[in-house]
């Protein structure tokens, strides 16, 4: 089987930092694009940054200059490093990555989600 493992979220002030971390476990073959969403209370989940296996990253407009998303790929690991944070980022942080796993094929994997609030 093949899972995904997050974590880095916790409670921070606004101004803050924290630093998420996503790693894939299993009979991995091979993982293309990963990324990260989030979902606040009430609301959809929305894309927050994704990278492709050559590193190439694409930002929402809402963390543009504050987060930076990167990868290991030999450790088959994903970080989004979240800088200046505001009350307005608390939401649930979902990972995601597209892998292709021995007898399963290729599809895309979920994290758990990971819980990260910004106080005022």
């Known amino acids: 089987q093949v899972h995904v493992v997050e974590s880095g979220g916790g409670l921070v002030q606004a101004g803050g930092s924290l630093r998420l971390s996503c790693t894939a476990v299993?009979?991995?073959?091979?993982?293309?694009?990963m990324g990260w969403y989030r979902q606040a209370p009430g609301k959809q989940r929305e894309l927050v940054a994704t990278?492709?296996?050559?590193?190439?990253?694409n930002y929402a407009d809402s963390v543009k200059g504050r987060f930076t998303l990167s990868r290991d790929n030999a450790k088959n690991t994903v970080y989004l490093q979240m800088n200046s944070l505001e009350p307005e980022d608390t939401a649930v942080y979902y990972c995601?990555?597209?892998?292709?796993?021995?007898?399963?094929?290729?599809?895309?994997?979920w994290g758990q989600g990971t819980q990260v609030t910004v106080s005022s």
């Open positions: 995601a990555a597209h892998i292709r796993a021995v007898l399963l094929g290729s599809r895309d994997y």
């Open positions: 299993g009979s991995i073959l091979s993982i293309s694009n």
């Open positions: 990278i492709t296996t050559g590193s190439t990253t």
